[in-house]
Every structure is written in C-alpha cells, then in structure tokens.
C-alpha cells in the first residue's frame, strides 16, 4: 500500500469528513479522498457526510443537486465505506448541524472568516455578489466537525485552514463558557505527494470544473470513456524516463505515472522503473487497463445502486439515525454552556 491509502499509526478516535454534492466524483475524489476513509474504517469510527448544506453556497439547480446527494453516497459505498461500520449520511438530515452552525457564526471573528483563502477564491472579484452563506461557510464545517467531537478530519490540503479555523472555534468556545465541550481536532492531509491533476494540462489539479470533458475521468465513466480519455491525455514526444528525476519538467507525463501508481497501490518510483523507455502509446494501454480494472467494479455497483434509490435513501435515513443520536446530545451540552433556556 502506499502512505496515501494506509491510516497513519498512532491515529485513534473519531473521524469525520464530507463531500459536496456538486457534480459527479472522479479520479481524484477516489484516489485523493475515498480510498483513504475506506482504509481508516478499520481501525476508526468514522461518521462521512454528503455536505448539501455547503453545497448551496453557491447555486445549484435543485434536481440536479438531489441526483447528486445520491450519487454521491452511492460512490461512498460502491468505493468501499461501509454502512454497517460507519455512519453515512446527509448533512441536511441532522438538524444539529446548521444549529451548531449559528452558534460558531456568533463565536468566529469576521477577522478570522476574512482570513480564509477559499472563500477569497470562490468569490473572486465580485465579492458583493458572492451568498452569505458562502461567506460563513467554514463556521458550518466547524459544525460538521465538532457536533460530532470529531478529534481527525480527513482533508484534502486545500481545506486544511478549515480544520485550523474549526481548532480556532473550540478553543474559543471552551474559553469564553468556561467549558471544555469540544475536542481540537488534526488535519489528516489526504493523498500527501500523490495530486491527480487534469488529463489536459498536468498543472491544473483533476476537478469538475475542468473545461475540457476529456481532462476529468468520472467514477460513472464507461470502460470506453475511460479510455478515450487516457488516448486523448496530454503527452510530449519522448519516451518515458528510467528515473523519477527524469520526470522533472514533464508534469503531464509525471501526472499519468503518478495515476498508474495509485491505482496499482505501488510507489511512483516502481511505476517508472515498470514503464522505463516505454512509448506513451504503450503506456497508455496499460493504464487504461489498469484504470478499467479497478474503477469497473465501483462504476457498476453505483449503477446498481442508482437504480435502487430506495436502498440508498435507506442506507442514509439510518445514517442519519445514527448521527443524530451522536450530535443531539453534543447540541444540548452546547445549548446549555450558552445560557438558552431548556425547551422542555
Ligand atoms: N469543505 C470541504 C470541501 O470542500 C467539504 C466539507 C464540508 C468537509 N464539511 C466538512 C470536509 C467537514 C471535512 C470535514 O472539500
């Protein structure tokens, strides 16, 4: 295994994590983010989200969000997350996280928010324009984080200032009530050293947002997309190096090797000493190979599963089941060291 799909030792507690439903998970999803829960389940709990209520801080046309929720707990569980061990669920379907959300609104500094480097991305220059909700976002994932007590949070290195703002809320929260409710939670950088960037241009990371529908391979991806895609996957004319200091220079090159090592669970050494002086025409060939092998299976159990709605929908309601009886009773500790006067 490589260090991108093993837990790290020493790593014990709760973890949780989340995926926007936004758009169809890809390569980089699986490899990036999803091998690795499945990996930690074995020796975790572990609570994983589809996070609708991030979603929507920017817009998202309501069908296709719902078809999306599905899906992607459907790629959760065709990926290897495992219902009956770990809680999968909606983010919308535990109240307690939106209501935990108001209260960290009331607990993070607009200085600390204005820090946040994504949300400086995402808004762009039209920043007046940009949802509130956007704005406040990363006070939501302190929620998703710390309604569960959740002590490691999964993450891509993107979203690891997210998990230091969410340190940031707790400590906060424990010190102004005088309390010691919530946990600091620690980052888990997820596929370290191991970037899927796009087919199309080895600088820029694999995302949905890519524009060319040839730069992104989709976990619903056909053996025959799949493989249209690598053929297409941008190349340059030498042949591959004998040594991974050879790759310097060759993001793209760097790029498919980097894929072909992840997928066969080797080191990017091995893959290079593999395909050594190897045509990018033969290389190809085995990566789509390689490719087919492995994301077939997922790609036709969430086919069975989309068929299914009422199987997923069920998966999720126990999820949620499941969550709530964590998060309700972290609410009430919260709703309590804030001062609110009990509903019953
Ligand atoms: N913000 C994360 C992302 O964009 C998704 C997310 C939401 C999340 N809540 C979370 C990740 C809680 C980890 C823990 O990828």
């Known amino acids: 295994m490589t260090s991108g799909s093993t837990p790290r030792t020493g790593l014990s507690g709760r973890i ?4 926007k439903p936004t758009g169809d998970l890809h390569l980089g999803n699986y490899l990036g983010a999803l091998r690795n829960w499945v990996a930690m389940q074995k020796g975790y709990e572990c609570l994983f989200c589809v996070v609708d209520l991030h979603a929507i801080t920017v817009w998202q046309e309501p069908k296709e969000l719902l078809r999306a929720t599905r899906e992607v707990a459907a790629g959760m569980i065709a990926s290897g997350v495992d219902p009956a061990s770990s809680t999968l669920f909606v983010q919308s379907h535990v109240p307690a996280h939106a209501q935990l959300a108001w209260v960290f609104n009331c607990v993070a500094r607009l200085g600390w928010l204005n820090r946040m480097t994504q949300f400086k991305d995402k808004a762009g220059k039209n920043r007046e324009a940009a949802s509130a909700g956007l704005y406040v976002y990363p006070n939501l994932m302190a929620a998703d984080i710390l309604v569960y007590k959740a002590t490691h949070v999964p993450v891509g290195e993107d979203q690891k200032q997210h998990v230091e703002l969410t340190r940031d809320i707790a400590q906060k929260f424990n010190n102004d009530f005088g309390v010691n409710v919530f946990p600091l939670p620690e980052p888990v950088i997820e596929g370290a050293g191991m970037r899927i960037m796009s ?3 080895g600088s820029r990371k694999m995302s949905k947002s890519e524009p060319s529908e040839f730069a992104c391979i989709y976990l619903t991806d ?16 030498n042949p591959l190096p004998d040594s991974v200091a050879g790759l310097e220079g060759r993001a793209e090159a760097a790029n498919l090797l980097n894929i ?3 997928l066969t669970d080797c080191t990017l050494e091995q893959a290079v000493a593999e395909h050594a002086g190897s045509q990018f025409s033969q290389f190809k060939v085995r990566l789509t190979d390689t490719a087919v092998a492995v994301l077939g299976p997922i790609n036709a159990e969430m086919k069975r599963l989309m068929d299914d709605p009422a199987e997923i ?7 949620a089941d499941k969550a709530t009886a964590i998060a309700a009773p972290v609410l009430a500790e919260v709703y309590k060291a804030v001062g609110f006067l009990p509903a019953s």
Request: net charge positive.
């Open 313 to 319: 929908d069920l998966i999720l309601k126990r999820g």
């Open 260 to 262: 072909y090592a992840a």
């Open 222 to 237: 056909t053996a025959d997309g799949i493989s249209q895609k690598i053929k297409r996957a941008t190349t340059d004319p």
């Open 16 to 19: 949780l994590s989340g995926i």
């Open 199 to 201: 087919l199309r241009d």
